[in-house]
Structures are given as structure tokens and as C-alpha cells.
């Protein structure tokens, strides 16, 4: 009950600072009329857009929850709609924020001149995205262990024992229904990241390619036809989407220790040796979800950090220093819980798990501090302020080639290191708490989320600012503090997604763990040892088509871009061709029928990149089984890390590549110059790389996952080399 009382009181108190924070920017002034007037076609554009986007997600949502309900049971259909509604429900409300916070940055920058000021602003708008990512998230939670905890008992030993429903099929109740939560979860953010981030790269990259390269105007240049939708996409992509996707980064590595801890439970009790207790699967299963939630409540006491002194005029140390608050207010806090709720429990070592006193904590530190080296790694291999990025601007002398080979060889060289701190993370936390400590690890990199969400969603806020100031004629000293912030902002995203895909390793590989263990069955529990054996032809088969499948994913999303953009391209050339008075500002270019070309790109791209994630675990295992799927999920895994990595780093670089160019970084060359164009198409190279196909691989990673563990058992029973009796050529 204690447990309960902490997760409701997180919830209220998350929630209530974003309602404050949300009407605190909101009653600030919205500058002058024609800024008032371009931020409202950005705020009608992003509405529009996310309207459209939702009817096409919830009718899809809608089918999947009805198919969950009649295959495996009605309340995994109904968890399934609760997750699909948090996650909706907070990139909405973290969207509307940012749409309405664009303007009164500029208008900050425009009255007070101070950066200080004006990051303070901006940051108070991000965090009301982070706080409902991690209030809306641990709402949904909430409800289902209040109200599926209710119909199914207090998880006594009774009622963790296999159930069998009308198809005869085995599966445990309550980590079924959370694994539907967390489905829903992913799939909207599947949605989000892939719908938005198809939207705002192909008006950016239109933008870019047309306005830049060929026009020589300025970014967000009023006289660009483009402008408008690429504010609009930052809102719709970098804002909904990140929300979407850090949340369901959030639930899938709560969810990953719940189910776990469960199946090991009914391992121990069916091996009949070394059971585990009911008490300490009690404990084992709320921990998680408790630590989570005070790792909630720290975010709070780090964002307030921020917002109540007066910050310096560095935005990055400031920032940092937030996360960081955050992060130490999470390890002491959480370290007070594990001790009170932990003491008196013997070490237990069973089914490869191992516990102590103070075991799991310890594993979750692992997880913050390589959550925080995997961000340093993403921020030297991505900030202007080291050498890897001057080295691609330095590079675009010798021309556009460079440019390119040199982000390639910069985003491949920086998988290495977030690889090596991954890998130290799960033997570390092994070693410690066994593979509950590896999910464990996933919390702990994600238990401060609603900082680094908020930190994330800063930064299209303050590159929506400079675009408003930008097109509103503002002087140059406010597009000069935008420019800072939005230059921060890029780094910082960077690091965000870092940690996206670094908890998307961890959580992806306990939802491995925890899709073996239920494979076992009443009989062979006593003989049942962790491994998938790679040699079995059907393993090895589904290894290798799914370390294809990230590839063919990225390529699909790629070339989604590419038509929408091409289609941006055509219209912008269009629109400059038929009316040359567009170009000498005696005229207003057609704004909507770009909105219109991103929105119809996006929406009809979308579909076939969810459907690639949900249908090769279903199709692979009821031909060929289970065996296969298990293969599947570690050749997805292995090579979508490596690719979300390469491919977030280099987008990244190359960005901030063209912004070390323009702020003069490149002697003798600046705004204008063939060096600075060179680079312009290096990050129009980049965009659909770091914001449609790195955030969207460890989405895919995740939905896979819980999709197979969801299916396995019917795998198990039906599939197609059962029924022809084939089963026993591949052992």
C-alpha cells in the first residue's frame, strides 16, 4: 500500500508542476502582431497535423486491442488502450506547450536581451513536456496495478501460477497485462516518432535544399514557402515524438523487471529448490516501480533547481546542472528505499538471480552512470566544441564529398565507446543483482527521464524562437541568443538520444531474458537452464533476418523522407518560379500547401514502418516457433543498437558541422560561402538520420520485444513445424 500512496503522490505532484509550469508560460506576452500571427500558423499547422495523425494511429490502436482481447485475454486489450492513451495523451499536451512557448522566448529575448532569461523560459516549456512523459507514464502504471492487481489478487503464489485460457494456451496473467500497457505504449510512439519525424525532415531538408543552397536566403527566411511547415515539424517530430518515444523507453524498463521478476518466481516455485518467496516477489515486482517513481519526485527537485535562481548566461552548464541535481537527488533517495525495503532478505541465488540487501540498487546505479557516459560520448562526438565536428566543418574546404565521408567515418568511430559502456553496465549489474540487476540498470539510466525530456524538449523550442524572430524581422541580437540556445539544443538532443537507445539495449535484452524463461513449461522447469543456442539452425535462421531488419527498416523510413521531400522541393522550386515575388519579399508565399505536402507524406509513409515492427515476430513464430523469434530478437538487437548509434551521432554532427560554419568557426568562411553550402547538405544528409531513423530503431527494438513475449506461448504450440511435425530436425 505504501508503494501506491508514493507512485499517486509522484503522479499529482508531477502533473500539478506541469499544469503551474504550463500556465506560468502561457501568461507571458506574445511579442508583436505579425510574431502573434506566424505562431499561430505553427500552433494551427502542429494541431492539424497531430489531429490527422491521431485517427489514422487510434484506428489501427483500436484493431490491435480487439485482436489482443480474443488471442490472449481482454484485459491485455484494455492495458494495451490505457498505454496507447498516456502516451497519446502526453505528446499532445507536451506539444501544445511548446507550440505556445515558441513565441514568448522570442518575445523574452526581444524585451529582456538576457540569455538567462530566455533559458529559463524555454525550459520551463520543455519541462512540462518531461514532466508529463514521466506523470502520464507512471499514471497509466498506476492503474493498471490498482485495477488488474485487484481482479487478480495481491500476486500470491496461487495466483502467479500458470492460468490457461479458452484456447488452452499458458501464460501469467499480470505480466501479460503490463506487457499489453507497454505494447501501447511503444506503438504510439512507433507512430509519433516515425509520423513526425517524416514531417518535419522532408520540410526541412526542402527548406534547406531550395531556400539555402539554391536561393541564398537565410534559415527561416519569411520568403521561404517551406518555412512554416519546418517550424511545424519541429513541434510535431521533436516535441510529440520524443515525448512518445523517451515514455515508452520509460515503461518498457519498468515493465522488462516486472516481468522478469515474475517469471522467475514461477521458475523457482516450479524447480521446487531455492523458491523464491511470495513476500520477496512482491517486493521484487513494486521496486521498480517504486524507485521509479521517487526518481519522478527528484526530477522535480532538479528542474525546480533551474527555474528558481538566476541562471548564469551559460545554457549548457546550467542545463547539466540540472540533470545532474536530478540524477543525485535519484541515487541518494532511492538508495534510503532499497535499504528499508530490502533489510532483513537473505541473498538468494536461483534461475541466475541473485540478491542481496542493497544488490538492485547498486545494479541501477550502473545504469546512471553509463546513462551519463553515453551522453558525454554523444556530446563529444556531436558538439561544435570538439574536435570531431570542427574536424567535418574543417573538412567541407576540399567540398560537399568530404563533408559527407568524414560524418560517416565520425558517426561509425562513435559506436564504440556507448557500446564498450553498455557492455561494462550489464556484467556490472549482473555481477551484482544477476538479470534483475541488468532491468534494473535500464530504470536507473531512465529514472531521472523527466530532466533529460525536459532538457531534449528545450531545444525545438528555442530553434522555434529563432525561426519566429527570424521571420518577424526581430534585431539581430534576439536571433543571436536563439541561435545559442538552439546550438545547445542540438547537443542536448543528442545526448537524449543516447540515452534512448542505451536504456533500449538494457530493456531489450530483459525482455530477451524474460521471453526464454517463458518458454518453459510445468515439466521442464527443474532442468531449465537460460541459453538459446545459436547452433540450432531455426536460432541462427532468425538471427540473420533480424540483423537485416534494422537495415531494411531505416532504408524504409529513408526513402519515406526522400519522397515527401523531393515532393517539398518541387513545390518551394514552384512557388519561386510562378511568383518571383516571392524572392523580393513583395509578396506572401504559400505556407499551407507545404504544411500540406509534409502532413500527406507523412501519414501515408507511416503505416509500413509499423508494420515491419510488428509483423516479422508474428510471421516467424507461427512458421517456424519460438526458437526462431529468440533469434530474431538478438539479431535486432545486435545490429539496431549499432545503427541507432552511427546513425544519431552523424545526423548530429553534420548539424552542428554547418552551425560551427556559420558562427565563424571556418577561417574566411561563413554564411553565404561554398564551405557553408557544403555543409548545409551535409546535415540535410543527417536530418532523417538522427531524427527519423535513430530514435525510431529503438522503438523497433522494443515493439518486437514485447510483441514476442506477448505471443511466445502461443508460438510454442502453433506454428507451422509443429503441425507438420518437423519440430525435432531442428533440435
Not at 524585451?111 to 523560459?121: H, I, R
Not at 485487484?150 to 503490463?178: C, R, V
Not at 534585431?475 to 540556445?485: G, S
Not at 560551427?660 to 568562411?669: C, I, N, S, W
Request: with cysteine.
Amino acid at each position: 500500500m505504501s508503494g501506491f500512496i508514493i507512485m499517486a503522490a509522484a503522479v499529482v505532484i508531477t502533473l500539478l508542476f506541469a499544469y503551474i509550469s504550463f500556465h506560468k508560460v502561457k501568461k507571458l506576452k506574445t511579442g508583436t502582431d505579425l510574431m502573434q500571427e506566424i505562431a499561430l500558423a505553427i500552433q494551427e499547422g502542429a494541431n492539424a497535423f497531430l489531429l490527422h495523425e491521431l485517427k489514422v494511429m487510434y484506428k489501427i490502436a483500436l484493431l490491435v486491442a480487439l485482436l489482443l482481447g480474443v488471442v490472449v485475454n481482454w484485459y491485455v486489450g484494455v492495458a494495451f488502450i490505457i498505454g496507447a492513451i498516456m502516451s497519446g495523451t502526453a505528446g499532445f499536451v507536451g506539444m501544445k506547450m511548446a507550440t505556445l512557448a515558441n513565441v514568448r522566448v522570442s518575445n523574452t529575448a526581444r524585451e529582456t536581451k538576457s540569455l538567462g532569461q530566455t533559458l529559463k523560459v524555454a525550459f520551463r516549456g520543455g519541462s512540462v513536456m518531461g514532466l508529463s512523459v514521466g506523470g502520464f507514464a507512471m499514471l497509466g502504471l498506476l492503474i493498471v496495478f490498482v485495477i488488474f492487481g485487484k481482479i487478480m489478487g495481491q500476486m500470491e503464489s496461487a495466483q502467479l501460477a500458470i492460468h490457461t485460457n479458452w484456447i488452452g494456451i499458458n501464460y501469467i496473467p499480470f505480466t501479460m497485462t503490463i506487457s499489453g500497457y507497454a505494447l501501447g505504449c511503444s506503438l504510439i510512439a512507433m507512430f509519433d516518432r516515425v509520423g513526425g519525424g517524416i514531417f518535419t525532415k522532408a520540410a526541412d531538408m526542402g527548406a534547406d535544399l531550395v531556400g539555402k543552397t539554391e536561393a541564398h536566403i537565410p534559415e527561416d527566411d519569411p520568403r521561404n514557402p517551406a518555412t512554416i511547415a519546418d517550424n511545424v515539424g519541429d513541434n510535431v517530430g521533436d516535441v510529440a515524438g520524443l515525448g512518445a518515444d523517451l515514455l515508452e523507453s520509460y515503461v518498457g524498463a519498468i515493465i522488462s523487471s516486472i516481468v522478469l521478476a515474475s517469471y522467475m518466481f514461477f521458475i523457482s516455485n516450479k524447480a521446487g529448490t531455492n523458491a523464491i518467496s511470495a513476500e520477496l516477489v512482491q517486493k521484487l515486482i513494486t521496486y521498480p516501480v517504486i524507485f521509479a517513481a521517487i526518481g519522478l519526485l527528484s526530477c522535480v527537485v532538479g528542474i525546480l533547481s533551474l527555474l528558481v535562481k538566476n541562471v548564469s548566461e551559460k545554457p549548457h552548464k546550467e542545463l547539466n546542472i540540472s540533470v545532474w541535481i536530478s540524477a543525485a537527488t535519484t541515487v541518494i533517495t532511492t538508495g534510503i528505499l532499497t535499504y528499508f525495503m530490502f533489510r532483513g532478505e537473505t541473498s538468494i541465488e536461483t534461475a541466475r538471480f541473485n540478491i542481496g540487501i542493497m544488490s538492485p540498487w547498486v545494479a541501477s546505479i550502473t545504469g546512471i552512470v553509463s546513462g551519463v557516459l553515453i551522453g558525454l560520448v554523444a556530446e563529444y562526438y556531436t558538439s561544435y566544441d570538439y574536435k570531431p565536428t570542427q574536424h567535418i566543418a574543417k573538412s567541407s574546404v576540399q567540398g560537399t564529398a568530404l563533408t559527407i565521408t568524414t560524418g560517416l567515418s565520425s558517426g561509425m568511430k562513435s559506436v564504440l565507446l556507448p557500446v564498450g559502456i553498455l557492455a561494462t553496465a550489464i556484467i556490472s549489474s549482473y555481477y551484482f543483482a544477476g538479470i534483475y540487476g541488468v532491468t534494473m540498470a535500464a530504470i536507473g539510466m531512465l529514472s531521472f527521464v523527466a530532466t533529460t525530456v525536459s532538457v531534449d524538449t528545450y531545444g525545438p523550442i528555442a530553434d522555434n524562437a529563432g525561426g519566429i524572430a527570424e521571420m518577424s524581422k526581430l534585431a539581430p541580437e534576439v536571433r543571436k541568443i536563439t541561435d545559442k540556445l538552439d546550438s545547445v539544443g542540438n547537443t542536448t538532443a543528442a545526448i537524449g538520444k543516447g540515452f534512448a537507445i542505451g536504456s533500449a539495449a538494457l530493456a531489450a535484452l530483459s525482455l530477451l531474458a524474460s521471453y526464454l524463461y517463458s518458454q518453459v513449461n510445468a515439466q521442464s522447469a527443474a532442468e531449465f537452464t537460460l541459453q538459446l543456442n545459436v547452433l540450432n539452425p531455426l536460432a541462427l535462421a532468425g538471427a540473420i533476418v533480424g540483423g537485416a531488419l534494422p537495415f531494411f527498416f531505416s532504408g524504409v523510413l529513408i526513402d519515406a523522407v526522400a519522397k515527401a521531400a523531393g515532393k517539398m522541393v518541387d513545390e518551394v522550386r514552384r512557388q519561386f518560379k510562378m511568383n518571383p515575388k516571392i524572392l523580393t519579399g513583395e509578396e506572401r508565399p504559400d505556407y499551407k500547401t507545404c504544411i500540406s505536402i509534409s502532413s500527406a507524406g507523412a501519414l501515408k509513409e507511416m503505416k509500413l514502418p509499423a508494420f515491419i515492427a510488428i509483423m516479422p515476430p508474428l510471421i516467424g513464430g507461427f512458421i517456424f516457433g519460438a526458437e526462431f523469434v529468440g533469434g530474431l530478437l538478438i539479431g535486432t538487437l545486435l545490429s539496431g543498437i549499432m545503427l541507432a548509434l552511427f546513425t544519431a551521432n552523424s545526423g548530429g554532427a553534420w548539424d552542428n558541422a554547418k552551425k560551427y560554419v556559420e558562427q565563424g568557426g571556418v577561417d574566411d568562411y561563413g554564411k553565404g560561402s561554398a564551405v557553408h553550402d557544403s555543409t548545409i547538405i551535409g546535415d540535410t544528409v543527417g536530418d532523417p538520420l538522427k531524427d527519423t531513423v535513430g530514435p525510431s530503431l529503438d522503438i523497433l527494438i522494443k515493439i518486437m520485444s514485447v510483441i514476442s513475449l506477448i505471443g511466445v506461448s502461443i508460438f510454442q504450440k502453433f506454428n507451422l513445424l509443429t503441425l507438420l511435425g518437423l519440430t525435432e530436425l531442428f533440435k
